[in-house]
């Protein structure tokens, strides 16, 4: 476990309104280099929200809100993209039309003025050879399993410090769920910090150093992976025991 | 009909579809990716034809003067996008609508009191208004012209569509604007790429309708900005290969109605034409090449 004590995401009460209908109210949330933290939580709790709010594609308000030393209050999501925090989105969100390859050449978008897109883009292939294969095929041609394979390494050409996944389980086959939940372990080894929205609250547990329980845009429940599976609020909400 | 006529009436559809299909194809960009149907999209071609105008008149050389044209609209379409659209940006379709028809009048009125509320000619070098004979045809040079000119904007937009990181940025802008700026690619960066590109076929569309016409007027884009909406409806709004389709689909139907109709009914020709469109939005009511989902917003 490669963790630190350095703090790289720190939010201080978040909210996130849409019109009247408030979906986050007011959170507070620490990631810290290296940790994957899990935002656990049932429908409509605010997981979501909080994402994309951590990106700036929802409407946001917040006492602080930190990445790696930058007030991202103000910036719009592409910048804050090119600091070194991005998502995979709920349901992937692929450019369909486009192929796997200019998919990824677009991840790497930031890395196009100086540096080069195209080495990255080796390294992926490398962590992802399905993509190899597929590289011409146009992205909405992928199997479900394989768009996430694309989207997360989509999000990956911007070389990212921090990695937000929205439900990166969702819809896919048990096979193809482990294999996501082994991909988000390694990239982890890889030194990559990681938030994880998910509702496979098992295998999230399993996977994760620390986890925030949410319930109407509000934190319940926080604490190590460990403690919260031990707990008999997610024994009983989750694990049925 | 003879052979050569024939032929010259295929060319002529050939032309005026081709400008149908450059104008439409430039409201589908700007709508693809924000929503907005432009109607003030016309008077990007009547700047064109005044820039040409004035910088015919002031004696630059033809071709500097068209460059001049083509530069000065896609500088309009800037102004316009960074003035009037980007204020309202994400705001309803009806607002962009209403925008558009705003920053149209403004214009529109603009033209007629400081320039002129009459037609002003061009010196169009007779050169481009001669007739090139091949063996037994006679076929217009500014048609051929208009066709080739059309052609190569058409090769150069799918060239840049599909070979430059803009490019792709103002496809997949058009499919999901929200995770375009999750890779990092500024909004206001494939706002302004899409009103650049909407400019420039703008101005070419202008340029040969007022190569074919020889004189610009504040009224000029007003009716062939109607027939682009028009033939970008028939293709399916938002879908570019749809707009050049719809284009060159509605200056058929005119040529062949203007070239077929008897004369007492000819004056009701674009009565047929609509009449047309309606028969295909019938059987298509999403249009001939519609895409499957359509822009969020």
């Not at chain 1, 959170?27 to 605010?46: S, Y």
């Not at chain 2, 940006?89 to 925008?99: D, E, K, P, Q, V």
């Not at chain 2, 009224?219 to 749809?242: D, E, H, Q």
Request: hydrophobic letters at 55%; proline letters at 4%; aromatic letters at 6%.
């Amino acid at each position: 476990m490669t963790t630190s004590d350095e703090i790289l995401l720190s939010i201080e009460g978040l909210t996130v309104s849409y019109g009247a209908v408030e979906a986050v109210r007011g959170i507070d949330l620490t990631v810290k280099r290296g940790e994957i933290v899990t935002l656990l939580g049932a429908n409509g709790a605010g997981k979501s929200s909080t994402l994309n709010a951590l990106v700036g594609l929802a409407p946001r308000k917040a006492r602080r809100m930190l990445f790696d030393g930058t007030d991202l209050l103000a910036l719009p999501p592409e910048t804050i993209v090119r600091r070194g925090m991005t998502l995979v989105p709920e349901g992937r969100r692929v450019f369909s039309s486009l192929t796997v390859d200019e998919n990824l050449m677009l991840g790497g978008a930031k890395h196009a003025a100086r540096g080069n897109p195209a080495a990255v883009k080796t390294n992926m292939l490398e962590l992802f050879p399905i993509l190899a294969e597929r590289l011409h095929q146009k992205a909405g041609s992928l199997s479900g399993g394989e768009q996430q394979m694309l989207a997360i390494a989509r999000a990956l050409m911007s070389s990212p410090d921090l990695l937000l996944l929205d439900e990166p389980s969702l819809g896919l086959a048990p096979q193809v769920v482990d294999r996501i939940f082994d991909l988000i372990g390694n990239l982890r080894d890889r030194g990559l910090t990681i938030l994880l929205v998910e509702q496979n609250v098992v295998q999230s547990l399993e996977i994760a150093d620390r986890g925030y329980v949410l319930a109407n845009g509000r934190v319940e429940l926080q604490g190590s992976a460990a403690d919260l599976r031990a707990s008999p609020e997610i024994q009983d909400a989750y694990l049925g025991a | 009909m003879s052979m050569d006529i024939f032929l010259q009436q295929l060319l002529n559809a050939l032309s005026l579809g081709g400008t149908y299909a450059l104008l439409a194809l430039g409201l589908a960009v700007v709508f693809s990716i924000i929503g907005l149907i432009n109607f003030a999209h016309g008077e990007l071609m009547t700047v064109t034809g005044y820039a040409i105008c004035f910088a015919l008149i002031w004696g630059l050389p033809f071709p500097l003067a068209v460059i001049a044209g083509l530069v000065v609209a896609i500088a309009a379409a800037l102004l316009m996008e960074r003035i009037a659209f980007r204020p309202v940006r994400g705001a309803s379709g009806t607002t962009l609508l209403l925008t558009s028809f705003a920053v149209s009048a403004i214009l529109r009125v603009l033209f007629q009191n400081i320039i002129s509320a009459r037609p002003i000619p061009v010196s169009i070098p007779s050169s481009m208004s001669g007739v090139v004979t091949i063996g037994p045809l006679h076929l217009g040079m500014i048609q051929l012209i208009s066709i080739v000119v059309t052609l190569v904007m058409l090769l150069g937009l799918n060239l840049f569509l599909h070979r430059t990181m803009a490019g792709r940025a103002m496809r997949a802008a058009s499919e999901d604007f929200a995770v375009l700026r999750l890779m990092g690619i500024r909004a206001n960066f494939v706002v302004a790429t899409a009103f650049a590109i909407s400019g420039l076929l703008a101005g070419v569309a202008g340029l040969l309708w007022v190569a074919q016409r020889g004189s610009v007027d504040p009224l000029m884009g007003a009716l062939p900005v109607l027939k682009a909406f028009i033939a970008a409806i028939i293709g399916g709004l938002g879908s570019l290969s749809g707009a050049v389709a719809g284009g060159f689909l509605l200056g058929f139907i005119e040529v062949i109605l203007q070239a077929y109709l008897p004369d007492s009914l000819l004056p009701y020709r674009d009565a047929f034409a609509i009449l047309l469109v309606i028969a295909v939005l019938l059987f298509r009511p999403q249009g001939l090449l519609a895409r499957k989902t359509l822009v969020k917003l």
